[in-house]
């Protein structure tokens, strides 16, 4: 894949970080068909290249991370109701197959479709200027996907609250921490440099053990307990084939770092 063929987006490389920064801030980040189908490639180039070990997501512009779907311009959705498929599927990772971390960076404003994105990170930091909020029905839609993806992982109680309140109510970034949503506050200005530093410390560890991981406690959301500990065992067997650790303990810094 061509990452400087890119258009809604800016993907960049390095040190086994793959760093995409929506770039529409003009309409406040919302994605089009065309940002779809360069995040489904995006999502496949990330599972398929072994130099990839993570992925981050951040923003461009000063007033919103993302607002959801471009409602001027709209987005594809099949004329055959037995063929349509969910559009924000393809802004997903986990639903691209793709098991490598991903860690969010937001700001501003986190709305509406945006939510796919968040619904399937790993790691979720904020400026202490997020907000977020859904406005689907203040505008007379259902809201669904989003709010069902979000509501496996924080209280149903705070999605209802968010979906039923629509524009007239925006999460602070303080409570999405409080409610486990987003496990750090950081300044504006720092928000970008601690993403970096986060999935720098992610990539330097051995990938597979890191996908392995992703892959099965995600994966357990979907299973009864018994189940996902029974498949927890298999993805263990693969990702530890002689049962020895890939990195001497000794090896292992033992520095310790502050939540913040």
């Known amino acids: 894949m061509d990452l400087s063929s890119l258009t809604t987006v800016i993907a960049e490389q390095n040190d086994h970080v793959l760093t995409i920064t929506l770039n529409r801030p003009d309409r406040m980040n919302s994605f089009t068909n065309v940002m779809r189908?360069?995040?489904?490639?995006?999502?496949?180039?990330?599972?398929?290249?072994?130099?990839?070990?993570?992925?981050?997501?951040r923003a461009n512009g000063d007033r919103a991370f993302s607002t959801g779907m471009d409602v001027k311009e709209g987005?594809?959705?099949?004329e055959n109701v037995f063929t349509r498929r969910d559009p924000g599927a393809d802004l997903s990772p986990k639903q691209n197959g793709c098991?490598?971390?991903?860690?969010?960076?937001?700001?501003?404003?986190v709305a509406g479709g945006a939510l796919y994105w968040i619904n399937e990170?790993?790691?979720?930091?904020?400026s202490d200027d997020a907000q977020f909020f859904d406005p689907h029905v203040s505008y007379g839609l259902v809201a669904a996907l989003e709010p069902i993806g979000l509501a496996h992982r924080i209280p149903i109680g705070e999605v209802l609250r968010m979906v039923l309140l629509g524009l007239d109510e925006r999460m602070s970034a303080e409570r999405a921490r409080e409610i486990g949503l987003v496990s750090e506050i950081v300044s504006r200005g720092d928000l970008w440099d601690r993403a970096q530093d986060l999935a720098g410390r992610i990539a330097?560890?051995?990938?597979?053990a890191i996908q392995g991981s992703i892959r099965a406690i995600w994966e357990s959301k979907d299973s009864t307990r018994s189940h996902a500990l029974a498949t927890a065992m298999s993805y263990t067997s693969l990702g530890n084939p002689i049962g020895k650790a890939q990195v001497s303990r000794s090896e292992v810094p033992t520095r310790k770092y502050e939540v913040r």
Request: proline content about 4%; hydrophobic content about 55%; overall charge negative.
């Open 37 to 57: 189908s360069e995040f489904r490639s995006l999502w496949h180039y990330a599972a398929e290249t072994d130099d990839v070990h993570v992925v981050v997501l």
């Open 99 to 109: 098991w490598k971390p991903l860690v969010c960076a937001v700001h501003g404003m």
């Open 204 to 208: 330097a560890k051995p990938a597979a």
């Open 75 to 78: 987005t594809y959705v099949a």
């Open 121 to 126: 990170a790993d790691i979720i930091i904020a």
